[in-house]
Nanobody, 125 residues
Framework: QVHLVESGGGSVQAGGSLRLSCAAS????????MGWFRQAPGKEREGVAG???????TYAASVKGRFRISRDNAANTVYLQMYNLKPEDTAMYYC???????????????????WGQGTQVTVSS
């Protein structure tokens, strides 16, 4: 069973950048499809970015061109690089994993089995 720990959240001004990390233990990150999700107060959890086992990426329309998901197999870590952050990006960000190659539905939270505890991102205007 894989254990996920997110880090890298914080407070930034609009236009700034952050890089979130998701460290995996108890499993090998490259054998898992990985996803980043976020949830703002009073809103449903939404998929932000997904990464298949062969590193095919998927992004939500709201972040495409600004966010990038990547994997470092040696470090067993998945990253979410966020550029040009906007106040509407403010949310708790969660990392998720499933030990299969998601050919579709990489932004669907119901397809993931393992979740981290989240890291808060706050963007001020």
């Amino acid at each position: 069973q894989v254990h996920l720990v997110e880090s890298g959240g914080g407070s930034v001004q609009a236009g700034g950048s952050l890089r979130l990390s998701c460290a995996a233990s108890g499993g090998t990150a490259r054998t898992y499809s990985m996803g980043w999700f976020r949830q703002a107060p009073g809103k449903e959890r939404e998929g932000v970015a997904g990464l298949s086992t062969i590193d095919t990426t998927t992004y939500a329309a709201s972040v495409k061109g600004r966010f990038r998901i990547s994997r470092d197999n040696a470090a067993n870590t998945v990253y979410l690089q966020m550029y040009n952050l906007k106040p509407e990006d403010t949310a708790m960000y969660y990392c998720a994993a499933v030990e299969s190659d998601l050919l579709r539905g990489r932004l669907d939270s119901t397809n993931y089995d393992y979740w981290g505890q989240g890291t808060q991102v706050t963007v001020s205007s």
